[in-house]
Nanobody, 126 residues
Framework: QVQLVESGGGLVQAGGSLRLSCAAS????????MAWFRQAPGKEREFVAT????????SYADSVKGRFTISRDNAKNTVYLQMNSLKPEDTAVYYC???????????????????WGQGTQVTVSS
């Protein structure tokens, strides 16, 4: 059974930092594109960042570019999202997603991702 489990969310003041983790089990993610999405209250889920299998290529939503960094440790079967200079508008439930296509291309379209975590809440106070 494939599971993606996010952790690291919480409450932080504006300008602060958080590091999210996504631990995979039941499958090795080392050849797969992984991504982070988020969903704010009353809004649709949106793309945040994606990373290729090796970690050598990444892509970000314009709203987080320069503040967030996606990375991965394939030996630990884990993907990370380092979030700096957080803003109240970053408040959302953050989801990890796995595309599960061997050596696949980066994509921001959530329909391309097969596996999803349960989400972790990030709240940024002003």
């Amino acid at each position: 059974q494939v599971q993606l489990v996010e952790s690291g969310g919480g409450l932080v003041q504006a300008g602060g930092s958080l590091r999210l983790s996504c631990a995979a089990s039941g499958v090795s993610i080392r050849t797969y594109v992984m991504a982070w999405f988020r969903q704010a209250p009353g809004k649709e889920r949106e793309f945040v960042a994606t990373i290729n299998w090796s970690g050598g290529r990444t892509s970000y939503a314009d709203s987080v570019k320069g503040r967030f960094t996606i990375s991965r440790d394939n030996a630990k079967n884990t993907v990370y999202l380092q979030m700096n200079s957080l803003k109240p508008e970053d408040t959302a439930v953050y989801y990890c997603a796995g595309r599960m296509v061997v050596y696949g291309d980066l994509t921001e379209y959530e329909g391309e991702y097969r596996y999803w975590g349960q989400g972790t809440q990030v709240t940024v106070s002003s």
